[in-house]
């Protein structure tokens, strides 16, 4: 039966769901497509299943440097199939969520897979492409597909993981290659090594998180390899051989390992295959869709929000990105995205988390001489009893015609929720001096933004 919707949304993660939601609140009648769970990439196989792991991993480490504090154990088991299961449990608690959501605003759902025949009609398909469920119309539509893992094109590639392979897993290996340097591997190499798994982590550059303040990702690596992940930069897998029961790893250095699996997790490309957007004649930004300031492609009646345009691929930017838009056109709401100070981490061990402009970024833009550092690195006192070295790393970058703090970034237990609150500030222009009038709590590790000189 052909319907004519005001939306159509292409997928249910985490720009989609903002968006339909909104746009039905203010009346719309919307419809939403998606061929796999109800929640997208953050809560099936993304940010979500990975905190869950984050969490068990550091609390196996937490567990094992506790002897400092009296606190013996004398045998530490860790059931990798429990883990995943309870993982699967809580992201199947969290989509059927979204789901009684999206029924409850009278959302229609099709499960399948969107395919354009036009600029006005959709075809939802079966998984297999062979068969058509059922043919819908309507006003506007809103691709919201996401991204999807990118995979090296050598033989043998296809016995490997990727991020999304993770989460489906029945039980963790004993040993891994985790192939590049991004947020994503970097986080992996940190829940494994603290899951008691032997991680190598292959780098094609000489440094983690490209794009990140130096000195994090300068202060990561150190830690890294302190903690037993083996790092190996400038490298590059060039031979992967099938043996029983792991696999045989050549790298263009001549150098040769052995691991159970491996993972590539270099990077991720909009997941617009199945789509057709061929016949729409979409304008492209390289592999991304092209869109104006409301998020509006070529075609007028067609719009793009999350990883499939060239915007920091994270989730609240999708959601917001869905909710600008539906306010825009149902609410006559007219909204924009500031996207200057856009907060982001990496739940690494300890995190990562930045705000702002990185030094290098400062010094481009303004001259090294207009710009001032202010940093500290210490013990945390959390780590006093174990038997770890640790430092955590505290950065301020300072425009210094108006003050201004233009760039925040922390190394260190709880970073993530300490910028999440720095990026108020940032964002609402705060200086320097601020900052130091800003009265210390006492004892913890941010008080050092408001004490440095
Ligand atoms: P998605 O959430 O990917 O949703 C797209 C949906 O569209 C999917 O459900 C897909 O099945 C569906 N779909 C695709 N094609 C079709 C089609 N033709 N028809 C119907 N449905 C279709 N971001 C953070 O902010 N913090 C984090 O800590 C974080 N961690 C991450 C960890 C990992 C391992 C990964 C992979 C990503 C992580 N991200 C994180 C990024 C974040 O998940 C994405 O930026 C976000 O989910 C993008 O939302 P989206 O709406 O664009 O797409």
Not at 81 to 108: C, F, G, P, Q, T
Not at 138 to 160: A, D, Q, R, T
Not at 190 to 202: A, E, M, P
Not at 284 to 289: A, P, R, V
């Amino acid at each position: 039966m052909n319907k004519k919707f005001d939306l159509i949304v292409i997928g249910a993660g985490s720009g989609g769901l903002a968006a339909a939601k909104r746009a039905a609140k203010y009346g719309a009648k919307v419809c939403i497509i998606e061929g796999d769970k109800i929640g997208g990439t953050c809560v099936i196989r993304g940010c979500v299943p990975k905190k869950l792991m984050v969490y068990a991993a550091n609390s196996r480490k937490n567990i094992l440097n506790s002897n400092g504090y009296g606190l013996t154990h004398e045998q530490l088991s860790f059931d990798s199939k429990y883990l995943l299961k309870s993982i699967r449990n809580e992201v199947d608690r969290l989509s059927e969520l979204h789901l009684n959501a999206l029924e409850k605003l009278n959302i229609s759902i099709f499960k399948g897979w969107g395919r354009f025949k036009n600029k006005n009609e959709l075809d939802v398909i079966t998984s297999d492409k062979k068969n058509i469920l059922k043919t819908i119309s309507g006003e506007k539509f809103l691709i919201s597909v996401g991204g999807k893992p990118i995979k090296l094109n050598i033989p043998g590639s296809e016995f490997s993981w990727s991020s999304n392979d993770i989460f489906e897993l029945e039980k963790l290996p004993k040993s891994i290659l985790i192939i590049g340097g991004g947020y994503i591997a970097c986080e992996f190499a940190c829940i494994f090594n603290n899951l008691g798994i032997h991680v190598t982590q292959l780098l094609r550059s000489n440094n983690l998180l490209n794009g990140f303040d130096l000195d994090l990702s300068s202060s990561l690596k150190e830690t890294m390899k302190s903690s037993g992940v083996r790092l190996i930069f400038n490298d590059e897998l060039i031979k992967i051989q099938k043996k029983e029961e792991f696999f045989d790893f050549i790298l263009n250095s001549g150098q040769k390992f052995n691991a159970e699996s491996f993972l590539y997790a270099i990077g991720r490309e909009p997941n617009l295959d199945s789509l057709n957007i061929q016949e729409l004649k979409l304008k492209m930004n390289g592999k991304f869709i092209e869109v104006n300031e409301f998020n509006q492609t070529n075609q007028s009646n067609i719009f793009a929000i999350g990883d499939v345009v060239d915007r920091p691929n994270l989730t609240p930017v999708a959601i917001e990105q869905g909710r600008v838009f539906a306010d825009n056109f149902y609410g006559n709401l007219k909204r924009s995205i500031n996207f200057e100070y856009i907060p982001k981490a990496v739940f690494s061990n300890p995190e990562i988390a930045t705000v702002g402009l990185t030094e290098k970024e400062a010094n481009n833009l303004y001259g090294s001489e207009n710009i001032k550092i202010f940093k500290c690195k210490f013990k945390p006192m959390s780590d006093t009893f174990k038997n770890i070295n640790s430092k955590c790393l505290l950065k301020l970058v300072v425009n210094k015609s108006n003050d201004k703090v233009i760039g925040c970034h922390m190394f260190g237990e709880s970073s993530a929720e300490i910028i999440q609150m720095a990026s108020i500030a940032l964002s609402m222009g705060v200086t320097k001096k601020q900052f130091d009038s800003t009265m210390a709590l006492h004892p913890t590790i941010s008080e050092e933004y408001v004490t440095m000189y």
